[in-house]
């Protein structure tokens, strides 16, 4: 096995070209994928080695450009197995060139080549012994079993008679087997069993034998040291004139090294060695199962190449042994940071990939992107010098991205490219369209944060009316920000940013502060237990969050017992840590809790009642249909009078016609609000409506503009 050199295994599929070729104009005519090009200079020069996954990444470059890459050294034709393995191991190359002494390029050689000329050497190898059996058969019949051609061959061979006693060995069976000629001669092949095979193995030995007169395959033996090991065996029968069985000879190798060189090869086919993550032919075979999961199941997967940045400067200012290490360590961080289910590969160079099942949504994605990079750019330290790697990030998704391995993987690496263009250290989307979303995303999140500093958000406020009278009897409070152009952004989109990015409670203490500023502005008017609502999402609630509240709340001297906290009821039955213990600091202090979106959740009114709420918000959605619908009359009707045996007041929301509001009334609904009583206002015109009369609908021009607003 040893014997076999650089210059036996070279590798057939490369194609010649030209320094000024492009791969564009020559590609399209193999089918072969694992091909490199030889590029050669216009004198016929070797140049170096460009693999096919490369130029395809830049279908538009001349060759010379892409070997602006590190070229390896190349191997001398006599280079041996050893040699090549570990240079292609260690300098993570699919393929190394071969150069003669005269400087001639004679070919390449490639894992897969040696692997190709291991498995026609095992062959040759068979024919070879197969030879030797006829030969051996010809020096029996001749009477002339020479000890030379017993002793020339590094085959162990064993002769035996009929009754299976073994009646010759040659020098290469007692190497191997440790048995001496005098040992051997008399004994029957028992002598080696291993124990290994069961009973049937012999059987089907003995059938071959008998059918065939020859029986070939692996076999476990034991030696004389008692250790077991694998040998390659080889039984033909010699008959006699008469056709009768008159011999048996067994011809083996002793096939260990051959073994753990196969294992060895194995695992190099598909791990790095330097992480012992998968290699480039584990991952797109896991990408294949991959694809082929998703489009059973429907469901969708991304693909994130991860690039380090400038790691070529760090390898060439400190050293590959530098940079083999940081190499690890980032291995090591990429796989502490993913899922267990997340496949990570090192495809080569400074270049990983990450595999994540089952996502669709672009956030989630992003999120898990950010938490690499954040990994990533972790200081190391190596050796007393601390470094500061970041890394540059492609995604792509199936099926949006690509339906097949390869394009996807491609189109990863384009976005990659992009990515470290756009200033490394970030990541993007290979799609427009979803970095176009996330863009706006952060856009939004970067200008609220602005809005914010700046003072540039308001609050609206919706009357809360009590019916039947109409009697304007609080408000509730509502987020307003226009974008720089003063074009209005709903709180539907701000506010989920907000809570994403942390903003959520600068705004939420931010709303209170402004509520309770306001607030007191309405002690004047005739509405002495006159309440404000505030809205308040699960994720504002944070262990110290009920004691900023109240601290607001002394510092403007609003009284508590008029502030009222709105949570849905997903919030609310979610259990969220903490949310009790604030639930009740804050009732203790007289803030009432109103359960916002009530029937849209799935909770139900006897697990509500063992928190410390005080109403119920009928949703806009039962509201709605009121009229029409009887269902969610019967819903509103069971709803009201549940509440109401436990002690719960109810407020409608969106009463948006005279007649739902009848309907509300006649069902013994408390309060309602809603665009037939007024749209959310400017806190002047609340305070113009409550002097008009303080009754809605009402038909003063405040009211009549309030109900348009
Ligand atoms: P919400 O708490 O359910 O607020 C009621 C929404 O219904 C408001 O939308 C309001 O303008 C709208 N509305 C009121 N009456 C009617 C009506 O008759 N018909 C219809 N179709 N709609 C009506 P808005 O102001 O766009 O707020 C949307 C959501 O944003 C709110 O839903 C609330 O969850 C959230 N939000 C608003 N301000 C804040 C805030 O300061 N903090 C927090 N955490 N969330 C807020
Ligand atoms: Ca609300
Ligand atoms: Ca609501």
Avoid at 91 to 120: C, H, K, N
Avoid at 175 to 200: D, W
């Amino acid at each position: 096995m040893s014997d076999l050199r650089a210059k036996d295994c070279l590798c057939v599929r490369y194609t010649r070209v030209d320094a000024f070729q492009r791969y564009r104009d020559i590609a399209g005519d193999g089918t072969d994928s694992a091909k490199v090009f030889a590029v050669f200079s216009e004198d016929g020069v070797f140049m170096g080695l460009v693999e096919e996954r490369q130029a395809a990444l830049f279908p538009g470059r001349i060759f010379a450009d892409l070997l602006i890459r590190r070229q390896p050294a190349p191997l001398p034709p006599d280079a041996d197995l050893e040699t090549i393995l570990q240079r292609l191991g260690e300098e993570r190359v699919d393929s190394l060139p071969v150069i003669d002494e005269d400087g001639r390029f004679i070919g390449a050689v490639s894992m897969l080549s040696v692997f190709t000329t291991l498995g026609m050497r095992e062959q040759a190898l068979r024919e070879e012994r197969e030879k030797l059996i006829t030969q051996l058969q010809c020096e029996l019949e001749n009477r002339q079993v020479a000890a030379s051609v017993f002793d020339a061959t590094s085959e162990g061979i064993m002769v035996t008679d009929t009754n299976n006693h073994i009646l010759l060995v040659n020098r290469a069976f007692t190497r191997t087997t440790g048995f001496s000629e005098q040992e051997a001669i008399g004994k029957t092949p028992e002598l080696l069993k291993s124990g290994r095979h069961g009973h049937e193995f012999y059987q089907a030995m003995r059938r071959a034998l008998e059918e065939k007169g020859a029986w070939e395959g692996e076999i476990w033996n034991r030696r004389k040291s008692g250790d077991i090991y694998p040998e390659w065996l080889h039984i033909n029968v010699i008959p006699d004139e008469s056709g009768k069985v008159r011999y048996y000879a067994g011809v083996f190798s002793d096939i260990t090294q051959h073994q753990e060189l196969r294992a060895k090869l194995l695992h190099l086919a598909y791990y790095d060695v330097l992480t012992d993550l998968p290699n480039r032919q584990l991952f797109m075979d896991r990408l294949e199962q991959a694809i082929a999961h998703a489009r059973r199941s429907g469901s969708e997967f991304s693909l994130l190449f991860i690039d380090l940045d400038r790691f070529k400067d760090i390898n060439d200012t400190l050293g590959h042994r530098f940079g083999d290490q940081i190499l690890v360590h980032a291995a090591k961080r990429l796989k502490n940071v993913v899922r267990e289910s997340d496949t990570v590969a090192r495809l080569g160079g400074d270049e990983f990939t990450v595999l994540l099942p089952d996502t669709s949504r672009p956030e989630d994605i992003a999120e898990t992107a950010e938490k690499i990079l954040a990994a990533l750019s972790a200081p190391l330290a190596l050796e007393g010098k601390t470094l500061f790697i970041a890394a540059s990030i492609g995604v792509s998704r199936y099926p949006g991205d690509g339906a097949d391995g390869e394009s996807l993987l491609m189109n990863a690496d384009a976005a990659m490219y992009r990515a470290k263009e756009s200033g490394r250290g970030v990541f993007h989307f290979y799609s427009a369209a979803m970095n176009s979303q996330l863009n706006r995303r952060l856009e939004i999140s970067n200008a609220l944060h602005h809005a914010l500093a700046a003072d540039q958000l308001w609050l609206a406020w919706q009357p809360q009316v009590s019916l039947p009278d109409g009697r304007i009897i609080g408000a509730e409070v509502l987020a307003r920000w226009e974008d720089p152009g003063g074009t209005p952004i709903p709180p539907s989109v701000f506010i989920p940013i907000a809570e994403e990015t942390g903003l959520i409670g600068a705004i939420g203490e931010w709303a209170i502060r402004s509520l309770c500023r306001h607030g007191m502005e309405l002690t004047c008017h005739a509405c002495s237990n006159f309440r404000l609502a505030v809205n308040f999402s699960p994720l504002q609630v944070k262990p110290s969050m009920h004691q900023a509240i109240l601290d607001i709340l002394a510092e403007s001297s609003f009284d508590p017992r008029r502030l009222e906290v709105e949570l849905t009821e997903t919030a609310l039955s979610t259990g969220r840590d903490g949310m009790l213990k604030f639930l009740m600091t804050l009732g203790e202090a007289g803030v009432e809790v109103s359960v916002d979106d009530f029937g849209t959740g799935c909770s139900n009114l006897a697990n509500l009642k063992l928190l410390p709420v005080h109403k119920l918000k009928i949703d806009q959605s039962f509201v709605c249909d009121l009229a029409t619908d009887p269902n969610d009359r019967q819903i509103a009707a069971a709803v009201i009078s549940m509440a109401h045996a436990l002690g719960l007041k109810v407020i409608a929301e969106g009463v948006e016609t005279a007649e739902q509001a009848a309907i509300l009334t006649e069902l013994g609904c408390d309060m309602a609000q809603g665009y037939y009583f007024s749209r959310p206002v400017p806190f002047d015109t609340l305070k113009q409506l409550l002097n008009d009369n303080g009754v809605l609908p009402s038909d003063t021009p405040t009211g009549r503009a309030a109900r348009l607003a």
